[in-house]
């Protein structure tokens, strides 16, 4: 069974803290995406990676950098957590080919205060 | 303007009914259309997605494109309970390095 994991489903930092959330897929897949999740406005992407070392930003990229060292890990810093990134985010994976069929982890819910 | 637009709802009805979800896109780009579903809690999953125009029907879901209107359909026939979720809409343009855009999600309850 097809499975994305993330580190943490609730999380509590501080502003100015630098976070890390952490996602691992299980299918070898060649694409890796990170979305943020707020209400009225949907998923929006922040970055995504079609490959070990390569990103691309997403729309909202400001705040955030990535980084993926194995094909099965995408890494999302917070360089300096602020209120406004309280939101939940959401990793996703995909074939190369298919990237119209991705597959969700469960989400982190990130609390900034 | 968002390239997709997609009424928040929630939308609530009694089970056996017949549920329509619907989506509008500015972009003539998109021809990709797919629907996800996410439960409470949950990271959203793929139901079904449409290449180009038409009809796909898979169970008692079916999805409908109109390319000409910018317009994308998923009805539900027979709604049970379990099908109480939030459906996003999404499109893209392709299946290499395009962009998926998703609506914002429609909150569906399907009563008893």
């Known amino acids: 069974d097809v499975k994305v994991t993330q580190s943490s489903r609730y999380l509590v930092k501080r502003t100015g803290e630098k976070v890390f959330l952490e996602c691992v897929q299980d299918?070898?897949?060649?694409?890796m995406f990170w979305y943020r999740q707020d209400p009225g406005l949907g998923l929006r992407l922040i970055y995504f990676s079609y490959d070990v070392k390569m990103k691309e930003k997403g729309d909202i990229p400001e705040g955030y950098s990535v980084s993926r060292e194995k094909k099965e890990r995408f890494s999302l810093i917070l360089e300096s957590a602020s209120t406004n990134q309280t939101s939940m985010y959401l990793c996703?994976?995909?074939?190369?080919?298919?990237?119209?069929?991705?597959?969700f982890g469960p989400g982190t819910r990130l609390t900034v205060t | 303007q968002k390239e997709v637009e997609q009424d928040p709802g929630p939308l609530s009805v009694p089970e056996g009914a017949i549920v329509s979800l619907n989506c509008t896109y500015s972009n003539s780009a998109f021809q990709y259309f797919m629907w996800y579903r996410q439960y409470s809690r949950k990271g959203p999953e793929l139901l079904m997605y449409?290449?180009?125009?038409g009809n796909k029907e898979d169970g008692r879901f079916t999805a409908q494109v109109d390319k000409s209107s910018k317009y994308i359909s998923l009805f539900i026939r027979d709604s049970q309970p379990s099908d109480s979720a939030t459906y996003l809409c999404a499109m893209s343009a392709g299946t290499g390095g395009f962009k998926t855009i998703f609506g914002a999600g429609t909150r569906l309850f399907v009563k008893a």
């Open positions: 449409t290449y180009s125009s």
């Open positions: 299918m070898d897949h060649e694409n």
């Open positions: 996703a994976s995909s074939t190369g080919d298919s990237a119209y069929e991705q597959y």
